[in-house]
C-alpha cells in the first residue's frame, strides 16, 4: 500500500497514479513508522470484519453457500438505498403527522411504497369492492390487536420500570446499611478521633485481636474519607494495623472537611445536637392501592429526647405526628445522620 509498484488488493479496482499517490508512496524517514501504523489499522479492520462478516468468512453459515441460496440471493439488493428511502418516506409521514400511531405510519409507508392504489385502479368495480371490504374486517381486526397490545406493552413497561426501581432501591439500601455500620462502629468506640494520640489511646484499649483493630481503624478511615469527603489517596485493601494508623493519621491532621459536610461533621462529634429537632422524613410506601411500585410519602416528626441503650450508646427518642401510630419509636444516631446524608430527613429547628 505503500509502495508506488504495488498492485491494488482488489484486481478489479484499478489504482490511480496520480500526483496524489505519488507523494504518498515517495520513500522517506517515516517509511517504518507507516507501515508499523497500517499494521496496527490492517489488525483492526480484520477484528471488525471477522465480526461483521462471521457468517461470509471460512467456517460461517454462508462461506459455502448452496446453490438453492445463490439463486435466492440473486433477488436481493446489492445496497441499502430501498430500505434507507423506506425510512424516509416513514420519516416524512411522521413529520407531518406527529400525533399519528405506529399503525398508520405502517400502513402509510406501504401504501405509498407498493403503489396500491394504481394495483387497485387496475381491478374491476366487483374486485374493488370485495377487496375494500375485505380490507375494512381486517383493519378492524388489526386496530383491535393494537389495542391489546398497547395495553401489554404498556404493563411491561411498567413492570420493567418497577423493577428497575427496587433494583435502585435495594442497592441504595445496601449503600445505607454499609454507612450505617461504619458510624455504628465508630459510636461504639470513642466517637470520631479528631488527633493522632486520641486514635493511639483507643487503639490500645481494643481488642488485641488485630482483625478487630484493623476493623475499627478501616470504619474511622470511612468516615472521614466517604462521609465527610476529606481528601485521601491512599489505598487501605491488605494493609496492616500500623499502615492503616499511618494512614489514618494524615487524614486526621489534614481534617479538611468540606463546607457542605460541617453540620454532619458537628453531628458525628457530638450526636446530642440532634436532640429537640423538628423533621420530616420521607419514607417508600409499597402496596399502595391502584398504584404499581412503591409510593414516596413525608411525615413529620420530632427528636424528643437522646437515652442510653443497656450498652452505653446512644439512643433518640422519636415521635411521628401525622402518623397513625403515634406511639415514641426509637432511633440510632447512625440511622439519623445517614437519612440527613442522602436527603431522606430534613430537621426543622425548633
Not at 131 to 137: D, T, V
Not at 180 to 189: C, M, P, Q, T
Not at 305 to 328: I, Q, W, Y
Request: hydrophobic share 40%.
Amino acid at each position: 500500500m505503500i509502495k508506488a509498484n504495488a498492485d491494488s488488493v482488489f484486481p478489479t479496482v484499478e489504482v490511480i497514479r496520480d500526483p496524489v499517490f505519488k507523494s504518498l508512496t515517495q520513500s522517506n524517514s517515516t517509511d517504518a513508522a507507516t507501515i508499523q501504523l497500517l499494521q496496527l489499522l490492517c489488525m483492526r479492520c480484520i477484528d471488525v470484519m471477522g465480526r461483521q462478516l462471521q457468517s461470509q468468512l471460512p467456517g460461517g453459515e454462508f462461506w459455502q453457500a448452496s446453490e438453492e441460496t445463490i439463486k435466492a440471493s440473486l433477488s436481493s439488493p446489492v445496497t441499502t438505498i430501498g430500505v434507507e428511502r423506506t425510512f424516509g418516506i416513514a420519516d416524512s409521514i411522521r413529520l407531518s403527522k406527529p400525533n399519528c400511531g405506529a399503525n398508520y405510519l405502517e400502513s402509510m409507508t406501504m401504501f405509498s411504497q407498493n403503489q396500491t392504489l394504481h394495483w387497485l385502479a387496475g381491478k374491476s368495480n366487483a374486485e374493488k369492492k370485495e377487496l375494500i371490504e375485505l380490507a375494512q374486517k381486517i383493519a378492524k381486526l388489526v386496530q383491535t390487536q393494537s389495542r391489546v397490545d398497547k395495553t401489554v406493552y404498556a404493563l411491561k413497561v411498567q413492570q420493567r420500570l418497577v423493577k428497575s426501581r427496587k433494583s435502585k432501591l435495594d442497592k441504595e439500601d445496601g449503600e445505607r446499611k454499609k454507612l450505617e455500620k461504619w458510624l455504628e462502629i465508630l459510636f461504639e468506640n470513642g466517637g470520631l478521633w479528631l488527633t493522632e494520640e486520641s486514635m493511639n489511646d483507643h487503639v490500645s484499649n481494643i481488642s488485641r485481636s488485630k482483625g478487630k483493630q484493623l476493623e475499627i481503624l478501616k470504619a474511622q478511615y470511612h468516615v472521614w474519607v466517604d462521609i465527610l469527603k476529606v481528601p485521601s489517596l491512599s489505598k487501605i485493601s491488605n494493609v496492616s494495623v500500623e499502615q492503616m494508623k499511618a494512614i489514618l493519621s494524615v487524614v486526621i491532621a489534614s481534617g479538611r472537611v468540606p463546607s457542605d459536610k460541617k453540620d454532619i461533621y458537628d453531628f458525628i462529634c457530638c450526636p446530642q445536637k440532634l436532640a429537640d429537632f423538628d423533621f420530616i422524613q420521607r419514607w417508600e410506601e409499597e402496596n399502595v392501592k391502584g398504584v404499581l411500585g412503591p409510593v414516596t410519602k413525608w411525615y413529620n416528626g420530632h427528636i424528643v429526647s437522646v437515652d442510653r441503650t443497656p450498652r452505653g450508646l446512644l439512643d433518640f427518642k422519636v415521635v411521628f405526628n401525622d402518623a397513625e401510630n403515634t406511639d415514641p419509636v426509637y432511633m440510632a444516631p447512625e440511622e439519623i445522620i445517614v437519612d440527613i446524608m442522602r436527603g431522606d430527613l430534613d430537621l426543622i429547628q425548633v
